[in-house]
C-alpha cells in the first residue's frame, strides 16, 4: 500500500487509458497490403507501440529510417479519420478517474502521441473532461521516456515528484517515472514490452484496484 494519496495522478494514454492497439493494427494492416507486404497480428506490434511513430512505422511496415515519414504522416491522416469506440476505454477507468476527483487528486495525462491525436481520441471517449494537463508527443522537444515530459506535468501543478504516481503499462513508461523519481504503477493489462522489477513495486491488473493502493 502507497502510505500517502498522492496529489496528481500521471496516465500514459496508449495501453493505460484506452485500448488502441486495434485501431492501429487495422491501419497498420490496410498499409502493408499497400506496399505488398503480408498483414501482421496484434501481438507482433506490442513491443513498438510504445516506442513513437517513426519507430512504430520503421518496424511494422519494415521500412528505412529515410522512407518513414511519408508513411508516419498517411498512418496519421487515417487514424484521425478513425472514430474512436467509447469500449475501447479499459474498464473501470471512468471509476478511478472519478475516485482520484473525490480525493481532490489532479490528474495529467503524459504520452508520446501527438495532440491532435490525443485530443480527438479523449474527446470521443468522453474522458478529455478529467484531465487539467496533457503533455503530448510534439509539445516539448523531448519524448518518454525522457522525464523532462513527466517533469512538465508536475510543474503545471507547481508539485515535487514524491507528491504525484504515474501510471503505465510499458518499459518505456517505467523508465520515464524513475528518472523523474515518480512512484511507478504498474498496468499489466496493458502493452507490456519488458517492464521488470515491480516485485517491490505496485502492479494493478484492472483500473478499479487504484483505490485499495492508497490509505
Known amino acids: 500500500m502507497i502510505c500517502q494519496f498522492p496529489n496528481l495522478a500521471i496516465y500514459d494514454l496508449d495501453g493505460t487509458l484506452v485500448d488502441s492497439i486495434y485501431q492501429v493494427h487495422k491501419i497498420i494492416n490496410e498499409l502493408r497490403a499497400e506496399l505488398g507486404k503480408h498483414p501482421m497480428n496484434v501481438g507482433q506490434l506490442t513491443p513498438w507501440i510504445s516506442l513513437g511513430g517513426i519507430e512504430l512505422i520503421i518496424n ?3 521500412v528505412r529510417c529515410e522512407e518513414a ?3 508516419l504522416k498517411t498512418f496519421r491522416a ?10 475501447l476505454v479499459y474498464e473501470g477507468v471512468f471509476e478511478a478517474l472519478e475516485h482520484f476527483q473525490e480525493r481532490d487528486c ?14 480527438k481520441i479523449l474527446r470521443e471517449t468522453d474522458l478529455a473532461a478529467y484531465f487539467a494537463c496533457v503533455v503530448a508527443g510534439g509539445d516539448l522537444p ?3 521516456p525522457n522525464p523532462a515530459n513527466l517533469l512538465h506535468c508536475l ?3 507547481a508539485l515535487q515528484p514524491s507528491q504525484a504516481v ?3 503499462d510499458s518499459r518505456v513508461d517505467q ?3 524513475e528518472s523523474a523519481d515518480v512512484q511507478f504503477i504498474f498496468f499489466s493489462a496493458g502493452y507490456d514490452d519488458g517492464v521488470f522489477g515491480i516485485e517491490s513495486g505496485f502492479t494493478i491488473n484492472r483500473h478499479s484496484e487504484t483505490s485499495s493502493l492508497f490509505q
Not at 487515417?78 to 469500449?87: F, I, Q
Open 166 to 168: 504515474f501510471i503505465g
Open 60 to 62: 511494422a511496415l519494415e
Open 175 to 177: 523508465m520515464t517515472a
Open 155 to 157: 510543474e503545471h501543478f
Open 69 to 71: 515519414k511519408p508513411h
Open 106 to 119: 489532479n490528474l495529467a495525462i503524459c504520452t508520446n502521441k501527438p495532440r491532435n491525436l490525443v485530443e
Open 142 to 144: 523531448t519524448q518518454k
Open 78 to 87: 487515417r487514424y484521425l479519420a478513425e472514430k474512436t469506440p467509447k469500449h
